[in-house]
Each structure stands twice: as structure tokens, then as C-alpha cells.
T-cell receptor
Framework: DAKTTQPTSMDCAEGRAANLPCNHS???????VYWYRQIHSQGPQYIIH???NNETNEMASLIITEDRKSSTLILPHATLRDTAVYYC?????????????FGKGTRLSVIA | DGGITQSPKYLFRKEGQNVTLSCEQN?????MYWYRQDPGQGLRLIYY???????QKGDIAEGYSVSREKKESFPLTVTSAQKNPTAFYLC????????????FGPGTRLTVT
């Protein structure tokens, strides 16, 4: 699986959009980009995933560049409850399941 | 409610004792996983199982053992051979196919003294 690079930490004002970047320059054509987040002392929570098109759901939007070498997770109106570690993961799409490989992620602090 | 349950939430053991962590899912998922997390670190894969009666070692399998006798259950035993067992243990499951997201349980925090 391709490696990802994320900033160690970011701050965001409450009510503003939080834009979390991720670099995955060695991504292959059959690899999806996944985003998870982990609130302190809880299990990680799935947010969104995509292959090449931009995706949106009730939690966030995922913008993937045309060359697929980077992506941005957007939380449109961050709240204090969005304070968490956010993980960007690249995963091969195969018939069987491949485990997720977690890096250290980005620690997002939403500030009142 | 559908989901993954892990019990207990907190577990305390004396050094030298084996301990088994429970993980149950009612999502009808074929694949299940065990991860370990140390303070300030990401998750590291211990074992995973794609089907019943089959499992593979992850990156840090030494000192751990698993079984997968039923689709719904994937217990993890932390043996006395594990040198640093104190950690946060997370179980997850997913459907077949790489595009299916993994769902995580609430975790078990194990402390060995």
C-alpha cells in the first residue's frame, strides 16, 4: 500500500471549515483513499473514502487531485466534538480484505 | 443494535498471566482484525482473519494468539511472552472487498503490573 504523509497537528476555529491535507504521491490506480478519525480513548470512526472522484457525505467532503497524488478532507463547519486524530489511509482494492495501515495522523484541535 | 462489542473496557492483570480479550460482531462481516495502540501512536496490526478457521499474523504478532471458530467472534489472547502488554487494544471487522470500510469496537485498555 502506498504511504501517506500528513501534518502532525492543526488548529481550527469553531464554525470554520477544517481542511486536512494528505499526500500519497505513490498511490496506484486500484488504491482507494480512506479517512478515519479517532476521538480520545475511542475506536477509530470511518469518515469517507474515494477512488478518484470527489466525494461528500453527511460528515465531510473528500477532494482528490486529478493526478491522485494528494487529497484534502474538509469538515465544513467544525465543532468542538470534531477534535480528534484524523488518519488518511491508502488501501488496495482486492477481492479479499487488506487490513488498514495506520500512520500517526493529524491531531486536529477545534478551538472555541 | 448492530456493531462490535469488546469486553471488558478496562482489564488489569499481573505480570506472567495470560489474558483473553473478547471481540464479537453482529454485522455478518467475514473479516476481523486486532490492533494495538500505545500512547501517542497510531494503530499497529496484531492479527487478522478473513474467514472462519483462518487467520494471518500482522506486524506485531509475537506474544499474542487468536482463534476464529465462529464468524461472529475473534478473541485475542495476550500471553506471558508478550514483553510489553500494557496498551489499548482495538478490534475491527469489515465485509469482503477492499472498498468496504472497517468498523471498530470501543477498545479494551489492558494494564499489566
Amino acid at each position: 500500500d502506498a504511504k501517506t504523509t500528513q501534518p502532525t497537528s492543526m488548529d481550527c476555529a469553531e464554525g470554520r471549515a477544517a481542511n486536512l491535507p494528505c499526500n500519497h504521491s505513490t498511490i496506484s490506480g486500484n488504491e482507494y483513499v480512506y479517512w478515519y478519525r479517532q476521538i480520545h480513548s475511542q475506536g477509530p470512526q470511518y469518515i469517507i473514502h474515494g477512488l478518484k472522484n470527489n466525494e461528500t457525505n453527511e460528515m465531510a467532503s473528500l477532494i482528490i487531485t486529478e493526478d491522485r497524488k494528494s487529497s484534502t478532507l474538509i469538515l465544513p463547519h467544525a465543532t468542538l466534538r470534531d477534535t480528534a486524530v484524523y488518519y488518511c489511509i491508502v488501501r488496495v482494492a482486492t477481492k479479499g480484505n487488506t487490513p488498514l495501515v495506520f500512520g500517526k495522523g493529524t491531531r486536529l484541535s477545534v478551538i472555541a | 443494535d448492530g456493531g462490535i462489542t469488546q469486553s471488558p473496557k478496562y482489564l488489569f492483570r499481573k505480570e506472567g498471566q495470560n489474558v483473553t480479550l473478547s471481540c464479537e460482531q453482529n454485522l455478518n462481516h467475514d473479516a476481523m482484525y486486532w490492533y494495538r495502540q500505545d500512547p501517542g501512536q497510531g494503530l499497529r496490526l496484531i492479527y487478522y482473519s478473513q474467514i472462519v478457521n483462518d487467520f494471518q499474523k500482522g506486524d506485531i504478532a509475537e506474544g499474542y494468539s487468536v482463534s476464529r471458530e465462529k464468524k461472529e467472534s475473534f478473541p485475542l489472547t495476550v500471553t506471558s511472552a508478550q514483553k510489553n502488554p500494557t496498551a489499548f487494544y482495538l478490534c475491527a471487522s469489515s465485509g469482503l472487498g477492499g472498498r468496504y470500510e472497517q468498523y471498530f469496537g470501543p477498545g479494551t485498555r489492558l494494564t499489566v503490573t
